[in-house]
C-alpha cells in the first residue's frame, strides 16, 4: 500500500508506523486520520506483525497537534464530526488486539499528545515536550485527552495540564505516569524495538485478551470481563502450547 502521510515498514514481526508530514511537524489532518485507520486495519489481521511503533519523522516532533489551518473556518457541526473521527481512529488504537507502543520523539501537541494517550506503552525522547493547548484557541481536547488523561495521572494534574495549557518535559511526564520511561533521541526507536521484541516472544491470544482486560479495568464489570478472557483462553491453541512447553521445560513456540 501507498501512504501519502505515513510511512510503514515491518521487520521481525515487528510493524513501525511514521506520521510523515516534516513540514507541518507532523501535524494531524484528514489524511493522517485516514491513512492511519486503513493501516490499522491492515495491522490488525496481518500475522506477520505483533507489536506496532507510531513515531513522528524527524526529530523534532513526534505530532506537535492538530493542522489548524484545516478546521480554522469549522462550523459546530464540522466540528463534531472532527472530533468523531479522531475518537473513531484513537479508538481503534486502544482496543487493537495487538500491542501499540508510541516512541514520542519531540512536540507531542494536542492531537499529538492525544495519539500518544491512546497507545497502550509510551517511551519518549530526552527532548519531548507534552502538552494540551487547546484553551488557548478557545477550545478543548476534543480526540480523548479528557477522557484518557486523568485515567493515567490523576484528575488533579490533567485539569492542571488542559487549564494552564503548559507543555512538560519528558522526565516530568515520567515522573507523573504519563510515559512508561525516558531515552535519549538515539536510543528511543531502537529501545521501543527491544520492548516489542520482547513482547512478539509471548502468546498473541493472551495479550489480545490482556489488552481488552485492561481496558475494562475502570469499567463496572471489569472484574467479570477479567474472569471470562481467563476462562475463554484454555480453549485456546496459545495456551495448550504454553503448558506443554513449561511442562517439557521449552521455550513455547506461539503462532
Do not use: W
Not at 484528514?30 to 513522528?56: A, Q
Not at 492542571?160 to 507543555?167: G, H, L, N, W, Y
Not at 522526565?171 to 536510543?187: H, M, P, T, W
Amino acid at each position: 500500500m501507498n501512504y501519502e502521510s505515513i510511512k510503514l515498514t515491518i521487520e521481525e514481526k515487528i510493524a513501525t508506523i511514521i506520521i510523515n508530514r516534516p513540514e507541518s511537524l507532523n501535524a494531524l489532518n484528514k489524511s493522517v486520520f485516514n491513512e492511519l485507520d486503513m493501516v490499522l486495519g491492515f495491522l490488525s489481521t496481518e500475522k506477520n506483525v505483533s507489536t506496532i511503533i507510531i513515531t513522528g519523522s524527524g526529530e523534532k516532533s513526534f505530532v506537535a497537534g492538530a493542522d489548524i489551518k484545516e478546521f480554522s473556518s469549522f462550523q459546530a457541526e464540522e466540528a463534531k464530526k472532527l472530533s468523531k473521527r479522531g475518537h473513531e481512529v484513537f479508538d481503534k488504537i486502544e482496543n487493537l488486539n495487538k500491542p501499540v507502543i508510541a516512541a514520542i520523539n519531540g512536540f507531542a501537541l494536542g492531537g499529538g499528545l492525544e495519539l500518544a494517550l491512546a497507545c497502550h506503552i509510551r517511551f519518549a525522547s530526552e527532548n519531548a515536550k507534552l502538552g494540551l493547548p487547546e484553551v488557548t484557541l478557545g477550545l478543548i481536547p476534543g480526540y480523548g485527552g479528557t477522557q484518557r488523561l486523568p485515567k493515567l495521572v490523576g484528575k488533579g494534574l490533567a485539569n492542571e495540564m488542559i487549564f494552564s495549557a503548559k507543555m512538560i518535559t519528558a522526565e516530568r511526564a515520567k515522573s507523573i505516569g504519563l510515559v512508561n520511561d525516558v531515552f535519549s533521541q538515539e536510543e528511543l526507536i531502537p529501545k521501543a524495538i527491544e520492548l516489542a521484541s520482547q513482547i512478539a516472544k509471548n502468546s498473541p491470544q493472551g495479550i489480545a485478551k490482556a489488552i481488552k482486560a485492561v481496558n475494562s479495568s475502570d469499567k463496572e464489570n471489569g472484574m467479570i470481563s477479567e474472569i471470562n478472557y481467563f476462562g475463554e483462553l484454555f480453549s485456546e491453541d496459545d495456551f495448550k502450547e504454553g503448558v506443554s512447553a513449561f511442562l517439557e521445560k521449552r521455550k513455547p513456540v506461539f503462532h
